[in-house]
């Protein structure tokens, strides 16, 4: 950003909201960083702590920033959402416990490269209080990588928080059944135990843990189930705006036909066919370039408008299995947020069924 450099020109000190708040007040935070799953990990570590008695606060990069947050004088804690912008310019990030949960190329159009949005990243640990309250996803090769020594762990057999045999266990700790969850994709499972273990270094206890994960129902335009309309399923994953969440969301719904496409933010589209969906429909500016990646792979059609791609996603999937929304792609060409794009399936999808207006 022009600013920015004029400001390094200058010699003059850029500081972040949360270096301001760190000045300000003292009290504990914890952070949660990654290319995708942040704000779903940051509401379940929110509602473990106040299940176990604690006042916690979210902030960030979500509706309150943090030198905003720590205007609440009964809060005990503060969980941080941490973009790459904060992290990236903040003279001295400051929060432990902090989690790092995944790392795929996004936000390139705003990033010089991929190692300039890696290494902002990666700040998320340069605060914490000891190499322990550094938490690391072991089944992502770039934050395994990255992880200090004696990070804790999460997301292989044997790291400190792991599935196996259906249980959810911490440190040697059964936490809770995978058949009680709320939700138990194989995404869903990693946001899991990020949070349980960010959450008890934070102050929570297992009970509370389990709780928040038997009730957590999934926040709204991420992978959330919208209607069944004569034999077949509509999935609203608006939120995916990064090819790495669309071929997540085909991995947990093998076989679905995608509308795909948006505003590409410089992103490489071509891993998209190993999802290997049933069809794709492409919207958007980028509908070209879907269109391209997904040739060879599977029948394409481009659509011209939310409703004509809901239509052709549902004659392609002729009386059953899944239309997933889940874009790989901003939402700035058509609308102007991802949430008002997935509102637009959902209306269109519920007209559907007789419940609204096309």
């Not at 700040?123 to 200090?148: K, Q, Y």
């Not at 266990?169 to 949070?195: C, F, I, K, W, Y």
């Not at 273990?197 to 934070?202: K, R, W």
């Not at 004569?230 to 076989?255: E, Q």
Request: contains cysteine; glycine residues 10%; aromatic residues 6%.
């Amino acid at each position: 950003h022009p600013v920015f450099a004029a400001a390094a020109t200058a010699g003059v000190q850029v500081l972040d909201e949360s270096d301001l708040a760190t000045r300000w007040d003292t009290r504990p935070r914890c952070a949660v960083t990654g290319t995708n799953g942040k704000t779903t990990v940051v509401t379940l570590v929110t509602d473990m702590l106040q299940r176990s008695g604690l006042v916690a606060v979210t902030a960030g990069n979500t509706d309150t920033p943090l030198v905003a947050a720590i205007d609440d004088v009964d809060a005990d804690v503060f969980v941080v959402e941490a973009s790459s912008f904060r992290l990236g310019h903040a003279a001295g990030f400051s929060a432990s416990p902090a989690v790092w949960l995944n790392f795929a190329p996004d936000h390139l159009d705003v990033h010089a490269d991929l190692a300039a949005y890696e290494e902002a990243k990666a700040r998320i640990w340069e605060g914490v209080a000891s190499p322990g309250d550094a938490v690391a996803n072991l089944a992502d090769a770039v934050v395994a990588a990255r992880a200090p020594s004696g990070a804790t762990g999460f997301g292989t057999l044997d790291a400190a928080c792991h599935v196996r045999a259906g249980v959810l266990t911490l440190e040697g700790s059964p936490v809770v059944e995978v058949e009680e969850m709320g939700r138990s994709m194989p995404h869903d499972l990693e946001n899991a135990q990020a949070a349980c273990i960010l959450a008890v270094l934070a102050g929570a206890n297992l009970e509370a843990c389990a709780g928040s994960l038997r009730s957590f129902s999934g926040l709204e335009h991420r992978m959330s189930f919208v209607a069944e309309v004569d034999g077949i399923r509509y999935v609203d994953d608006s939120k995916a705006t990064t090819p790495h969440a669309t071929l997540t969301a085909m991995a947990a719904l093998p076989g679905a036909v995608l509308i795909v496409g948006g505003r590409n933010k410089g992103l490489d589209l071509e891993r998209l066919a190993d999802g290997r969906p049933r069809a794709v429909v492409a919207i958007g500016e980028a509908a070209g370039e879907m269109a391209a990646a997904f040739d060879g792979a599977c029948p394409v059609v481009i659509a011209s408008s939310m409703e004509e791609a809901v239509m052709s996603a549902r004659d392609s999937a002729a009386g059953t299995g899944t239309v997933l929304l889940s874009p790989g792609c901003s939402s700035f060409d058509w609308y102007g947020s991802y949430a008002e794009r997935g509102r637009d399936f959902q209306r269109i999808v519920r007209a559907l069924t007789g419940d609204g207006d096309a």
